[in-house]
């Protein structure tokens, strides 16, 4: 697992490598006895929250880029 | 032709009863609102001057009373805000469980530094979303 992390947060895509950085300082943190284990659970749970969080936000985004562009179209009709 | 279009649409959701009108509110997104994007400012401004050296409990306290005014405000508003609670929903869910900890013992300080890095990217995404309404 750690490999393939390893493998991601290099793999050329900026999301994906942001989410595999930090998913392996949250290991490398946990391994140093920095953060509990129930710590470490509740930030990868934090990581599925940001991944659902960022998916409404473009949804919305996406919207109102729609409403928008139908928004000038109906001024020049 | 506008007039038509629109005319076309009310047919065929009359049509279809419900479930078009359910699927019809789903694509309308909410619009601009001042008091939404003046609190999403604030969340985002709690996060920042989170201190992970002092007491948790009060600092994240304060995260959560803005999220709650935020969620409470949109429900109030109606259901064309959805959109935005399901972005706020996440957040909250992070931060409860961070307010949770912090009640019976204080996390350590590299937990508080990462939560503190996690929800400063969530309130970023979320605000430019609600910000960059029409």
Known sequence: MTQELQWLAACGRPWAEQRA???????????????????YQELLYDLVRT???????????TKTMLVNAISVLSHLA | MIKSLLLAGIVAISVSGCAAVNTVKGWV??????????????????IAQLDCQQEHLLQIKRIQDNLQWFELYSESKGWRQNDVRRIVSPMQETVADFYKRSQSQQGSVTYCEIKKKILTTQSEYAAQAILGRF
Request: proline letters at 2%.
């Open chain 2, 29 to 46: 997104p909410s619009f601009w609102d001042d008091n939404q994007s003046a609190r999403i400012i604030d969340v985002r401004q709690s």
């Open chain 1, 51 to 61: 991944d659902r969080l960022e998916s409404e936000a473009d949804d919305l985004q």
């Open chain 1, 21 to 39: 950085q930090t998913a392996l300082s949250l290991s490398d943190a946990r391994s140093r006895g920095d953060i509990s284990d129930s710590e």
